[in-house]
């Protein structure tokens, strides 16, 4: 494997404990510590889940352009990059309808132990996604300028798409605690 | 502030700094496998450290303890920013290092030289590597902690509030889950550097091996299921102190194995005992007292006894003072002719050591007995109780005769570097990789790299008529 893949496989795992750990934290709480910490009623999955959708799909489309550039349809991986993007942007968009909502409810992060959990775990999630969107960007402009054509950049989408794929399963399990309650 | 900064900004970098020194070196590397991000570690910490400091000026210190426990670490308790600048300093070091262990790791999976496989690799390198892995897992439940505390301090949220409902408790949980593997953190890098100074000064090989580093690789496992052990006074019900107790007593064979292969490197070896080796010797004495007092607080009633007394401070100034400064020192002896193309003087070092050995004891000691007998600590001053303070004073006159000691050494690194005996490039006869490179290495360490076909390379380029790998058949 690629020197670069494991970096990010191993900054993979280190991120995947300090999910956990939000995630842990928010169970906790959920099945301890009374009602205000049970305000899940105040959410709405089924919209959350057509905006999941979104980022799900957006795992597919970045592998798309990870085999296009291996396969040095360059033209074609951007396109899929494009989509990548503005997938993951209509993901957070849904995200801040979902906060946007909970706040004119008058529920913060400072309101109860709902509050506090569920926002601090969906923002972290929430940055983490822009980030990605950051660094795709990066690489979408790279592309455009002529990069990956040499064997030494030529790795960089299929690297970025392992940190978004696991995004996007950090979110799988947040919509299934958090929205679909599997647990409780 | 002195807990957080001798582990955040005096062992942490030292050992990682070694680490990264000589990972590259070890394994015949021209440099690590990503320099820039290197770069950005040490930036983070850099930057990390200088936040935390800022505090003094910022508003006042943060004045929680190193584990910063909740509820005193929140607003109503903690009302200046201190420890909002605790946490954003911890943050950014944190990052940092995880990102200076995984380019660690990397580079050992990656760069290491043809023939150099595991089975060959220094076992200082091996220690790095297992010390990459606990970093990597042990540092996001502490970054989890401190976000949520600033959360809690910032943005009033509740996670640490018990009045909200929120649980104090969840704050030492997800600390002690990171607190005990970072107590292996700042131990398994001077274990490496034992690992490679005793067998040198020996002129033996090491004694099994594969058992030092296999037991490091248990240790590695053992050390995220321990971490309750620092929670037994908080009433977490039997069950679960019980399970906590017997890993805790678990972990103390693989450790002790190592113990024993040490001491059998050095049984029947030509021993020359130069400073290094005197700090590598007082090492094993030193951390096996830390270590089998750290057994004691597996013993539940012994620790509800002990706990926050000055029966702890001896025993873990004992692992880290006496184990992984006094291994730092061997390093920096035994190292420094690589780093600077300069010898260190032997005669300031016998100095060096003996004034560190015999203040070190001195200060520490006693303080197992002022704790046995009931002195807690974490409180400014005593009363006066009988025998309690003229130890006290031992320990005082202790901590001035370690004083010295630093200013001799200080002194021996100044005068060394502008006068030392050059070193050439293997003063000490050793065998690993990095004494094939010039001292001081070049910026790409190596012209030539020698061929590994042992553990020793430059044992058996030395010696072509009697390698390792003919008589040593588990080397293949």
Redesign the interface.
């Known amino acids: 494997m690629h020197?670069d893949k494991?970096?990010m496989f191993?900054?993979v795992?280190?991120?995947a404990?300090?999910f956990t750990?939000?995630i842990l934290?928010y169970l906790?709480?959920h099945a301890t510590?009374?009602e205000?910490?049970k305000q899940t009623a105040l959410l709405d999955p089924l919209r959350t889940f057509y905006f999941s959708m979104f980022l799900f799909t957006s795992s597919f489309t970045v592998w798309r352009a990870e085999k296009n550039v291996d396969k040095k349809n360059f033209g074609r991986s951007r396109f899929w990059l494009l989509v990548t993007i503005l997938f993951g942007i209509t993901f957070l968009v849904g995200q801040g309808i979902e906060w946007t909502g909970l706040i004119r409810h008058g529920e913060t992060?400072?309101t109860?132990?709902f509050?506090?959990?569920f926002?601090?775990l969906t923002g972290?999630h929430g940055m983490h996604v822009f980030v990605g969107l950051i660094v795709l960007s990066i690489l979408l402009g790279i592309s455009m300028l002529g990069d990956f054509q040499q064997p030494r950049t030529a790795n960089s989408v299929g690297v970025v798409a392992i940190y978004w794929h696991f995004v996007d399963i950090v979110w799988v399990f947040i919509f299934s605690l958090v929205y679909l309650q599997v647990l409780s | 502030m002195h807990g957080t900064t001798m582990i955040f900004l005096v062992v942490m970098p030292l050992l990682i700094g070694f680490a990264n020194y000589l990972t590259p070196l070890m394994i015949g590397a021209r440099d690590i496998?990503?320099p820039r991000l290197n770069a950005l570690g040490f930036w983070m910490l850099f930057f990390g450290s200088l936040m935390l400091y800022f505090s003094f000026i910022g508003g006042g210190a943060p004045a929680a303890g190193w584990f910063s426990y909740a509820p005193l670490s929140e607003k109503p308790y903690s009302a200046t920013p201190g420890l909002d600048y605790w946490a954003l300093g911890l943050l950014f070091m944190g990052v940092g290092t995880?990102s200076t262990a995984?380019?660690l790791?990397?580079t050992i999976?990656?760069?290491r030289i043809k023939g150099m496989s595991l089975k060959r690799l220094p076992l200082f390198v091996w220690m790095v590597f297992v010390n990459g892995f606990i970093i990597?897992?042990a540092?996001?439940?502490l970054?989890?902690?401190l976000?949520?505390l600033l959360?809690?301090r910032q943005?009033?949220?509740?996670?640490f509030k018990a009045v909200?409902?929120?649980?104090a408790l969840?704050w030492q949980q997800?600390f002690w889950a990171f607190g005990h593997p970072e107590v292996y953190i700042m131990v398994l890098p001077a274990w490496g550097m034992i690992s490679e100074i005793i067998p040198v000064f020996s002129r033996k090989p090491i004694f099994g091996y594969g058992f030092v580093a296999g037991s490091t690789v248990a240790i590695g496992l053992l050390s995220f299921g321990v971490y309750a052990h620092h929670m037994f006074a908080v009433g977490l019900g039997h069950p679960f102190d019980f399970a906590f107790a017997f890993t805790s007593m678990a972990i103390a064979v693989p450790t002790g194995i190592k113990i024993f292969n040490w001491i059998a490197t050095m049984w029947g070896g030509r021993i020359r005992f130069t400073t290094s080796m005197k700090y590598a010797t007082a090492f094993i004495v030193l951390f096996t007292i830390g270590g089998i007092s750290g057994v004691t607080f597996a013993v539940i009633p012994v620790d509800w006894q002990v706990t926050d007394t000055y029966y702890v401070v001896a025993h873990f100034h004992y692992v880290l003072f006496g184990g992984t400064i006094f291994g730092v020192f061997a390093a920096i002896y035994y190292w420094f002719p690589k780093l600077s193309g300069r010898m260190l003087s032997e005669k300031l070092g016998n100095w060096h050591f003996w004034l560190t050995f015999i203040g070190f004891n001195l200060t520490f000691f006693i303080q197992h007995f002022v704790g046995l007998i009931g002195m807690p600590r974490r409180v400014y001053t005593y009363p006066d109780m009988p025998g309690w303070a003229w130890m006290n004073m031992v320990s005082s006159i202790g901590a001035f005769v370690l004083g010295i000691s630093v200013l001799v050494f200080l002194w021996n690194l100044f005068i060394s570097l502008r006068q030392g005996k050059p070193a050439g490039n293997n003063p000490w006869e050793a065998w690993t990789l990095e004494w094939a490179a010039t001292s001081p290495p070049e910026e790409h360490n190596f012209e030539l790299v020698p061929p590994v076909r042992g553990r020793r390379p430059l044992w058996d380029l030395a010696h072509p008529d009697q390698p390792d790998w003919k008589l040593n058949k588990s080397e293949e």
């Open positions: 020197k494991v970096l191993m900054v795992a280190t991120e404990v300090f750990l939000l934290a906790y709480f510590s009374g205000g910490a992060v400072s109860n132990l509050g506090t959990t926002f601090t972290f | 496998a990503f995880v995984i380019n790791n990397v999976l990656k760069y990597l897992f540092l996001p439940p970054n989890a902690a976000v949520m959360v809690d943005l009033f949220a509740h996670f909200y409902g929120g649980s969840m997800y």
